[in-house]
């Protein structure tokens, strides 16, 4: 099974940096995702990591580090927008489908 | 827009009811995912299906079931409908069984 934990709630300031940080323990690896959602809407696709390291991706980056079961995403020059909550989930190796950790809920201020 | 459909965006009933929720995949995709989303337990995989067939299943309860029909859209079916079953039911779609997920935009049920 997978266990995935992320803070649950982060706040930031407009224009400032945000490292959300997912921790995962698993019995299956096969990449990590992370999605955005906001409320009440559809999560939507950010990033995926297979292998370690960084992947950037415009204002957005993601780190793997298999070794110790950790991602990390990044986000830059927050936007207003950008307040959502962020889901790490972890792909199993057997039958490819995503188990998701219950978000951090990124609250963007002035 | 992921390109995912679900019908219908709102859904409210009463306990013991049936329901049916209705997906239709991106054009192309052959992996259709069901999952629940309550304030309490966040996004659940409930099963998925590959090109018709089921491939997975994750914490689907036995009153609820799924399909997957030969114009690739898919039926969630929840049967003796609980108040804990109020939650987004969300559906998404790939290409293949190990890409990228879209999701459609959900609907949200409400049992009374």
């Known amino acids: 099974g997978q266990n995935i934990d992320q803070p649950t709630e982060m706040t930031a300031t407009e224009g400032a940096i945000v490292q959300i940080n997912c921790t995962y323990q698993t019995s299956g690896f096969n990449g990590l995702f992370w999605y955005q959602q906001h409320a009440g809407e559809a999560p939507t696709f950010l990033s995926y990591?297979?292998?370690?390291g960084l992947e950037e991706k415009g204002r957005f980056s993601s780190f793997l580090s298999r070794s110790k079961g950790y991602s990390y995403l990044l986000l830059k020059e927050l936007q207003m927008k950008d307040s959502a909550s962020y889901l790490c989930?972890?792909?199993?190796?057997?039958?490819?489908?995503?188990?998701f950790g219950k978000g951090t809920m990124l609250l963007v201020s002035p | 827009d992921s390109g995912v459909t679900q019908t219908p965006k709102h859904l409210i009933t009463a306990t013991g009811q049936r329901v049916t929720l209705r997906c239709s995949p991106r054009?192309?995709?052959?992996?259709v995912y069901w999952y629940q989303q309550s304030l309490d337990q966040g996004l659940q995989f409930l099963i998925q299906?590959?090109?018709?067939?089921?491939?997975a299943k994750g914490n689907i309860l036995e009153r609820f079931s799924a399909q997957q029909f030969p114009d690739l859209h898919s039926e969630l079916n929840l049967s003796s409908l609980e108040l804990g079953d109020s939650a987004l039911y969300f559906c998404?779609?790939?290409?293949?069984?190990?890409?990228?997920?879209?999701f459609g935009p959900g609907t949200r049920l409400t049992v009374l």
């Open positions: 054009s192309g995709d052959l992996s």
């Open positions: 989930a972890v792909r199993d190796s057997g039958y490819s489908t995503l188990t």
């Open positions: 990591n297979v292998l370690d």
């Open positions: 998404a779609s790939s290409v293949e069984a190990d890409n990228e997920q879209f």
């Open positions: 299906y590959y090109n018709g067939e089921e491939r």
